[in-house]
């Protein structure tokens, strides 16, 4: 069993930074690989980026690339995820997820634990 809680989201203007963390409990952290997901309103739950277990691989969404970078520190049981140039359209609810190394990134039915997830909003 593993539980995610992530923290980190905000109000930003646009063109700021921000990092989120997602908190994971349980000794098996180190054995999933970790995602990062959006929801932005009235729209579906995307994927936003992904990382190994061991962070030797890593995914990003193509409307996150170049300004997103996900990182891990299976020492801390954290997967963050760090923001910059943020746009308008990043605003969403973000959540983090924890699969096994043999699903798919976009499949969310593949993830095994979510977390709550974190308001990021950024205004214009």
């Known amino acids: 069993q593993v539980q995610l809680v992530e923290s980190g989201g905000g109000l930003v203007q646009a063109g700021a930074s921000l990092r989120l963390s997602c908190a994971a409990s349980?000794?098996?952290?180190?054995?999933?690989?970790m995602g990062w997901f959006r929801q932005a309103p009235g729209k579906e739950r995307e994927f936003v980026a992904g990382i190994t277990s061991n962070g030797g691989r890593i995914y990003y969404a193509d409307s996150v690339k170049g300004r997103f970078t996900i990182s891990r520190d299976n020492a801390k049981n954290t997967v963050y995820l760090q923001m910059h140039s943020l746009k308008p359209e990043d605003t969403a609810v973000y959540y983090c997820a924890a699969r096994s190394p043999l699903g798919n990134w976009y499949v969310q039915n593949d993830y095994d634990y979510w977390g709550q997830g974190t308001q990021v909003t950024v205004s214009s």
């Open positions: 349980g000794r098996t952290f180190s054995s999933y690989a």
